[in-house]
């Protein structure tokens, strides 16, 4: 194991970080309370569009699944995934690896819950979702987007 990473950090000096990082626990307890939400993970939305739970209980959150950590927390899968978009709208690739793996992320998770939508066809990510791919993948000063019904720069 030791030499595979040492394999992954010699191609990928980048993903040291990643490494030494500790995973918040899937076991997390709930933290917040809003009407809207079940799971108990979600966080404010600045819209009432945005304000959208899983609608599970805190021990199914979606936001908490195995497969949520492998298919949109995982930056080999998110490096993978990244250049497929590229290639496809001939986009250059984004310099700030966190937001590049945050977008990323929220199309997997698209992609995994609601399979291949075309161009216009676009759903809102639940809000426990949106914060786990956030926490993992910050903006250094909270600069967040957020869902737009439109579609930008097509």
């Not at 250049?83 to 496809?88: L, T």
């Amino acid at each position: 194991m030791r030499s595979t990473l040492l394999k992954v950090v010699d191609e990928n000096p980048e993903y040291i970080f990643s490494i030494l990082e500790p995973w918040p626990s899937r076991s997390q307890h709930p933290t917040t309370q809003l009407p809207w939400c079940s799971c108990g993970f979600c966080k404010d939305m600045p819209t009432d569009k945005e304000k959208r739970c899983c609608q599970r209980n805190a021990d199914s959150c979606v936001s908490r699944l195995p497969d949520f950590d492998v298919l949109i927390l995982n930056e080999a899968v998110l490096a993978l995934a990244r250049p497929y978009r590229q290639d496809i709208l001939a986009m250059p690739e984004d310099t700030d690896r966190n937001r590049a793996n945050r977008h990323t992320a929220y199309r997997q998770f698209v992609l995994w819950h609601h399979g291949k939508l075309g161009t216009v066809n676009r759903r809102v990510i639940p809000s426990c979702c949106i914060w786990r791919i956030r926490d993992r993948f910050p903006d250094p000063h909270g600069n967040y987007v957020g869902f737009r019904d439109e579609l930008l720069g097509l």
